[in-house]
Structures are given as structure tokens and as C-alpha cells.
């Protein structure tokens, strides 16, 4: 089993910068991709950035420029800098470990943190 908290999030006004971190239960960046999605009020889940067990990033295009992922393999840590903060970006953001055995995706899920930006 795989276990996931996230912390960092809060309250941050725009144009501010907040740092989400999520602590995984064991040395798993080998196998698993790492991501963040994120689930404003009322809407679906979706993906903001991943990091690939070889270190290659992607971003969704609303927050390109904006949002860095990155990981530290030695203490099984992912993170996600978040700059110049806009109110759009309020959500709860979740961290995420998957990967894909024999043609067959696992996904794994933090509990969610809130991140709310308002002035």
C-alpha cells in the first residue's frame, strides 16, 4: 500500500505564493509517477502537474509559468511551488502516485489539502 499526506496549504492573498508538500509512505519515485490535481467548489478533479519516475514535468496551461513540481527522492517528497496565486486557483489539492503494471493503471491519493486565495 501506498499512503499519501499532503500539507501547506491555507489561506494566501492573490498574487502570493504558497508551497504544498506530500510525504509518501516509502521509496516508491522508481516506480511511481508523482502528480497534483486539484477539485475547486463544485467542479470535477483535474490534473495540475506530474513528474515522471525519470524527472520529466507537465503542467496543465493554466498554470504554466505559474506552479513548479518537483521531488526529493532521498526523503520521499513531493512538492508543489505555487506563485503569483490568482482566486481561480482555490481548490483542494490532492496529491497523487500512479503507475501502470502490465497495461493496467494504479492510482493511489492523498487526503486533500485547502488552498484558498482571496484577498
Known amino acids: 500500500q501506498v499512503q499519501l499526506v499532503e500539507s501547506g496549504g491555507g489561506l494566501v492573498q492573490p498574487g502570493g505564493s504558497l508551497r504544498l508538500s506530500c510525504a509518501a509512505s516509502g521509496s516508491i519515485f522508481a516506480i511511481y509517477h508523482m502528480a497534483w490535481y486539484r477539485q475547486p467548489p463544485g467542479k470535477q478533479r483535474d490534473l495540475v502537474a506530474s513528474?515522471?519516475?525519470?524527472?520529466?514535468?507537465n503542467y496543465a496551461d493554466s498554470v504554466k509559468g505559474r506552479f513548479t513540481i518537483s521531488k526529493d527522492n532521498a526523503n520521499n517528497m513531493v512538492y508543489l511551488q505555487m506563485n503569483s496565486l490568482k482566486p481561480e486557483d482555490t481548490a483542494v489539492y490532492y496529491c497523487?502516485?500512479?503507475?501502470?503494471?502490465?497495461?493496467?493503471?494504479?492510482?493511489?491519493w492523498g487526503q486533500g489539502t485547502q488552498v484558498t486565495v482571496s484577498s
Open positions: 513528474i515522471t519516475s525519470g524527472g520529466t514535468t
Open positions: 497523487n502516485a500512479n503507475r501502470r503494471p502490465f497495461g493496467v493503471r494504479t492510482d493511489y
